[in-house]
């Protein structure tokens, strides 16, 4: 009975059950948006169709810098071991993308050449295939034994040329690659040599042209060993300045400081600032795997609206063509008002400017197209989007959370170079940090406890501890400042009883020698650094 409710009208008000954000994302995108970018060649103007393993391909990395700034030097670094095809050398010889992916299932190490890599289904790069021969002649993917590629991949870059020698031609359009992937990366790393800054003007438009994913980008200023302190903070102004005209917001950008490779430090005065720099790097690579759905949910609303304002643009210009006569110069008229008709459907739609193509290379691609061709408005398409941003898109990011409380509970990025916490050289190992990880390591206080006993004898402790201002006078001739010294008083007070005991005070003076050693207090008194005695203090 009524089974003709079950069809399209009940459908309608039952909003659609998604089993995971990316799913979701796959599915409106193929209900809603697919519909309005293919019926206004949106493919044509603007980034191919989207396919599955867009959807579910593990976090994309992708490295950029120009030539020898240590972009190969610096995947190896993270894997801790070579990769198949990897060609490092005083010659620019990584003239290829590579796709730095798992090895198959029986663990063996390839290469896959271009041309086979664009015809897998299960690989996201079947529409890089438009970039023909001389591009996929320079595309390869290793497929590399580690645990690293378990959570993410890498895609290599040719070194960028400065000066002359950019003006070989490549034989594709280089720029567009890029364009390619910076959508569809999950973190653009851009790597600059402290050595050697200079940046070429194909550089410079790479730059350019990553700037509608700014966020996404990350800096790395590498090499930082082979200059000394003064000269690093001047290349560190300098790399901030040149970015600054290219980058609209150069100083959101987080720039890392380091020396991503396994030679020793030429300079070793900075081997501190460079293990904190690289632990926070490190740190923001494995938040990749758990911020993943975020990211395609906001690369995939930039998608649909620019995919709108697509439509409104073309349909406009269907409506201006005559049916019969004129339609060229008709056409040449519609491009050189393009501005206007741009101001137009901004007006109408109520659409910011910064949702639109840029102008002039809408331009040069609308010299390609037959406008009488087009078709004309189907409101119901733009509809269906509108409804999808303001319905499903706002119930697939309240999953995200839920989503990412999930994943965050595996392991994030594992192995290579993110399994070195575990050694004696991982960052604040034998400084205490170690303390509860290894059973031979004591608190680390206890080392210059002694020390510290006969100071705090001299200071007369009433049962077993001294006031507040004893201590004050004394930690006073750290000459540290007072916000600081408060600030070690409210790590070291455990029990805040406004008095310091023989523990406590030690605490005080090892957070005292910290500062003076010219290193950061912690905002929280880290558990290595609690007491053995006080360890009910902390939550
Ligand atoms: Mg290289
Ligand atoms: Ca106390």
């Not at 396919?51 to 190896?76: C, E, H, N, W």
């Not at 560190?236 to 720039?255: D, F, I, N, Q």
């Not at 430090?265 to 501190?272: A, G």
């Not at 395609?296 to 995919?307: G, M, P, T, Y």
Request: some cysteine.
């Amino acid at each position: 009975m009524f089974s003709w409710l079950s069809g399209d009208e009940s459908r309608k008000k039952q909003p659609q059950v998604f089993n995971s954000v990316t799913e979701g994302l796959r599915s409106v995108y193929k209900t809603t948006i697919y519909p309005l970018e293919e019926h206004y060649k949106f493919h044509d103007f603007h980034s191919p169709a989207l396919d599955d393993p867009d959807f579910s391909a593990k976090p994309m990395v992708l490295l950029v810098g120009q030539y020898s700034t240590g972009k190969t030097t610096f995947i190896r670094y993270l894997l801790e071991k070579d990769f198949p095809g990897l060609r490092i050398g005083p010659e620019p010889t990584t003239d290829c993308f590579i796709a730095v992916m798992k090895c198959d299932s029986e663990g063996r190490e390839t290469v896959i050449p271009g041309n086979a890599l664009v015809v897998d289904p299960k690989k996201q790069f079947r529409p890089l295939s438009r970039f023909g021969n001389a591009f996929l002649n320079r595309f390869q993917c290793s497929q590399v034994d580690s645990p690293v590629m378990d959570s993410i991949s890498i895609i290599d870059t040719p070194g960028i040329l400065a000066g002359e020698k950019q003006r070989v031609d490549r034989g594709y359009d280089f720029t567009a690659v890029m364009e390619w992937f910076a959508e569809r990366v999950d973190r653009i790393i851009l790597l600059f040599d402290a050595h050697k800054l200079d940046i070429s003007d194909e550089f410079r438009r790479i730059i350019e042209v990553l700037r509608g994913n700014d966020d996404k980008i990350r800096i790395v200023l590498n090499k930082a060993d082979m200059v000394d302190h003064q000269q690093l903070m001047r290349v560190y102004g300098a790399l901030m300045w040149s970015l600054g005209k290219v980058l609209a917001t150069p100083e959101v950008s987080r720039v890392y400081i380091g020396s991503f490779w396994d030679k020793p430090l030429h300079f070793d005065m900075n081997r501190r600032l460079f293990e904190a720099e690289e632990q926070d790097l490190f740190a923001e690579i494995q938040s990749l795997p758990r911020n993943a759905a975020l990211r395609k949910l906001n690369d995939l609303i930039k998608r649909a609206r620019l995919a709108k304002v697509h439509a409104y643009l073309i349909s406009s210009l269907r409506k201006e063509m005559p049916s019969m006569f004129g339609k060229d110069s008709k056409k040449k008229e519609l491009i050189n008002n393009l501005g206007d008709i741009y101001r137009k459907i901004q007006r109408e739609h109520q659409i910011s400017p910064g949702d639109f193509p840029e102008l002039n290379k809408m331009k040069e691609m609308l010299k390609e197209h037959d406008f009488s061709k087009f078709n004309p408005l189907k409101p119901k398409l733009v509809e269906k989007v509108d409804h999808m941003l303001a319905n499903d898109m706002t119930r697939l990011m309240q999953m995200i959370p839920t989503e990412e409380a999930a994943i965050s509970k595996e392991p994030a990025v594992r192995g290579g170079a993110f399994g070195n916490d575990s050694t004696p050289f991982g960052v604040g190992y034998g400084e205490g940090a170690d303390f509860g990880k290894n059973e031979h390591e004591a608190w680390i206080v206890t080392r210059d406890i002694d020390k510290y006993e006969r100071i705090f004898e001299t200071l007369h402790p009433v049962d077993g501890k001294i006031s507040g201002v004893t201590a004050k006078k004394y930690m006073v001739q750290s000459k540290l400042p007072n916000t600081v010294l408060g600030k070690i008083w409210k790590l070291s007070d455990l029990d805040r009883d406004g008095m310091l005991d023989l523990e406590e005070f030690g605490l005080a003076q090892h957070l005292i020698n910290i500062k003076l050693d010219g290193n950061d207090l912690p905002l929280e008194l880290p558990s290595h650094l609690v007491p053995p005695s006080k360890k009910g203090f902390i939550a």
